[in-house]
Every structure is written in structure tokens, then in C-alpha cells.
């Protein structure tokens, strides 16, 4: 009767353990993020800093705040990525560079989701801006 009882504790365990590894291994599939939805309402600044000077500004704070999730060149495979119940897309998808300026600001500084909102760490317009201007290099 003991001998029985320790065999299923020990089969029980293993099961456990094999159940355990394959949920922390096999990747959860990840949803694609459905297209933005800008609301006409909204109004940004004007993007007046267009040029090398911004892209280089950009391409620091995007190395600070971005990096993680979207990658080194902005292919969405950083290291918190596979973490994300949503796929990151590509920055050289051309789809994503079709859109306005604006819109990619959204996208930063409202945010939606997983996708943070930045308005309180990035107050300065003219690092919102560096940020959009960067993210158009990554093309
Ligand atoms: C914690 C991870 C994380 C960080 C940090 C992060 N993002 Fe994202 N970002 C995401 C995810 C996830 C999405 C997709 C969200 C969706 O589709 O709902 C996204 C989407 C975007 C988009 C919209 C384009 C697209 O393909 O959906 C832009 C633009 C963007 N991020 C820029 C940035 C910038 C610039 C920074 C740094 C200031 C940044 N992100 C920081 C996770 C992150």
C-alpha cells in the first residue's frame, strides 16, 4: 500500500514537471495588433525638427525607452518581446511608414495596450518628434 501510494506521488511529480516545462518552453502564440484607429480629433504639433540632428536625439532615447521591446533596428525582437501577448511589427514594414507623422506620434505618446504611453516620460515635444524622425530611418 505505501509502496503504491509513493509510486503515484512520484508519477504525479513527473507529470507536473513535464506539464510545467512544456508551458514555460513552447512559445503562446501572439495576436497581431489590429490596424490603429487615429481618432480624427486628434491634433499633434508640427513636426519642425525634422533632420539629422532629431534622428540622432531619436536614436538615443529610442536605445533607452524602446530597445527593449522593439529591437536594436526596430524589427520588434527585443528582449521583452516574447513576452508580449501582441506581436511587435516591424519599423521597415512599409505599411507602418505609409503613415502620417503625425500618427506614428500617436502611436508613441498615447500609446494603446501593451504599447505604453510615453506622454509623462517624453514631455518635450522636440523628444516626442526625435523619436518619430528615428523610427522613419529604421526603414
Ligand atoms: C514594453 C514594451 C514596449 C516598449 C518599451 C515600447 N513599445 Fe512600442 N509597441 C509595443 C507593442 C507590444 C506594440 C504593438 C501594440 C499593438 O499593436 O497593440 C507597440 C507598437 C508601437 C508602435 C505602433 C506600430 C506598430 O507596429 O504597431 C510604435 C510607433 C511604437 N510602438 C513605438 C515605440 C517607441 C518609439 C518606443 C519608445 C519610446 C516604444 N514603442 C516602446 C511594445 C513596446
New binding site residues.
Given amino acids: 500500500m505505501k509502496k503504491n501510494l509513493s509510486r503515484l506521488f512520484w508519477s504525479m511529480s513527473v507529470a507536473f514537471c513535464m506539464i510545467a516545462i512544456f508551458a514555460f518552453t513552447v512559445p503562446q502564440d501572439q495576436k497581431a ?2 490596424p ?1 484607429k487615429i481618432p480624427a480629433t486628434f491634433k499633434a504639433s508640427a513636426n519642425t525638427f525634422k533632420g539629422a540632428a532629431s534622428e540622432k536625439v531619436g536614436k538615443l ?2 536605445a533607452k ?2 530597445k ?3 529591437g536594436n533596428i526596430g524589427e ?1 525582437d ?1 528582449p ?2 516574447s513576452s ?1 501577448k ?6 521597415k ?1 512599409p505599411k ?1 511608414q505609409a503613415q502620417a507623422d503625425k500618427d ?1 506620434y500617436y ?2 505618446v498615447v ?6 504611453a ?1 506622454d509623462k ?2 514631455l518635450d515635444e522636440e523628444d516626442r518628434w526625435a ?1 518619430v524622425n528615428y ?1 522613419r530611418t529604421l526603414k
Fill in positions: 495588433g489590429a490603429w532615447l529610442y525607452h524602446c527593449s521591446c522593439h520588434g527585443g521583452k518581446a508580449m501582441t506581436k511587435i511589427e516591424s519599423f514594414d507602418f506614428i502611436q508613441i500609446g494603446r495596450d501593451e504599447m505604453p510615453f516620460k517624453l523619436l523610427v
